[in-house]
């Protein structure tokens, strides 16, 4: 069995905030081999390493396929894209640096080095830092959506989060599509993120706008806890609820989790027919998103979750 390298066996990442604030901005496949990278760090390693892997460890690690030619190309608009870090007086100072040093390819072996210039962030962090566990992050589509939850996680026990429009899309470094319209910026970035984090991780937020006339100048995210994520949410029902009416369907039948975990329409006149693999994951997202109209969900759901906490 092929022994598990540092990128496979660890899922929790520290940033100094001033990272998670900086302004950068990468697509999908180059923020979570960013972020899969950082889980590699050790919080007692006093330099960065040589960190090496396979695309083999990027599939286990990402749950999704990668590819040589694909991973090259990354690899190359990666060390294109620096970060800018933010000062306290950008106008008399300012910071640029990247994110490695090198990547080099040799015979199905990647190796690479952060740059030391990132040292302070994400080895010698002496001030206020962010702990994530990346496997919320990897099942987002979005880029912007694992932005924003590294920048909403910063300020979980506060409660909430303000920017004004503008200075959000800074940090982001959203397309001129997205600046100019507010609209598109909030369908496909905030109002995206929103249903992202709500979804897949360990918190739960809820966006509001302040408006000068009918301009929005100011939006904030009121983040709390989040009991019911999706994997807490089909845990709860396979438990508690197996065998009970979730939904109705179109033509009647009735929707149900069986004792083995898996949903099945029911019908009385004949033997019950369970989801495939594929139509059972977006029924499960259906009902958690709709969780309020299920049959079975009584006030006793929520408060034994609560409890659970």
């Not at 390819?105 to 030391?116: H, T």
């Not at 109002?191 to 809820?206: P, R, S, Y």
Request: glycine content about 2%.
């Amino acid at each position: 069995m092929k022994k598990n390298t540092s990128l496979t066996d660890r899922n929790f990442g520290r940033q100094s905030h001033i990272i998670v604030n900086a302004r950068y901005a990468l697509t999908r496949a180059e923020i979570d081999l960013v972020l899969m990278l950082i889980t590699s760090i050790k919080k007692e390693d006093e330099d960065f390493k040589d960190y090496e892997f396979t695309i083999e460890d990027l599939k286990q690690k990402s749950g999704r396929a990668w590819h040589s030619k694909q991973l090259y190309e990354n690899i190359k608009s990666l060390m294109s894209k620096p970060i800018e870090l933010p000062t306290d007086n950008p106008k008399k100072r300012w910071s640029v640096v990247n994110w490695f040093s090198f990547f080099e390819y040799n015979d199905g072996i990647i190796r690479c080095r952060f740059d030391k210039g990132l040292k302070p962030y994400l080895l010698e962090i002496k001030e206020r830092f962010i702990i994530s566990d990346i496997r919320h992050m990897l099942p987002m589509k979005s880029s912007y959506s694992k932005r924003m939850y590294l920048l909403l996680k910063e300020y979980a026990k506060i409660g909430h989060r303000t920017w004004k429009v503008e200075e959000l899309q800074d940090i982001l470094k959203v397309p001129k599509s997205l600046r100019d319209r507010y609209d598109n910026f909030k369908r496909q970035v905030l109002k995206k993120a929103e249903a992202d984090i709500n979804k897949f991780t360990d918190l739960e937020v809820e966006l509001k706008e302040r408006k000068l006339g009918r301009k929005v100048i100011e939006i904030t995210y009121e983040i709390r806890k989040n009991h019911t994520d999706l994997k807490t949410f089909i845990s709860f029902i396979r438990e508690l609820y197996a065998n009970e009416a979730l939904y109705p369907a179109k033509d009647g039948r009735m929707l149900k989790c069986s004792d083995e975990g898996l949903l099945y329409y029911s019908d009385k006149d004949s033997d019950f027919a369970t989801l495939d693999k594929d139509t059972a994951m977006k029924a499960w997202e259906w009902l958690h998103e709709n969780r309020k109209k299920l049959y079975c969900f009584q006030p006793d759901l929520l408060d034994y979750m609560e409890e659970e906490k």
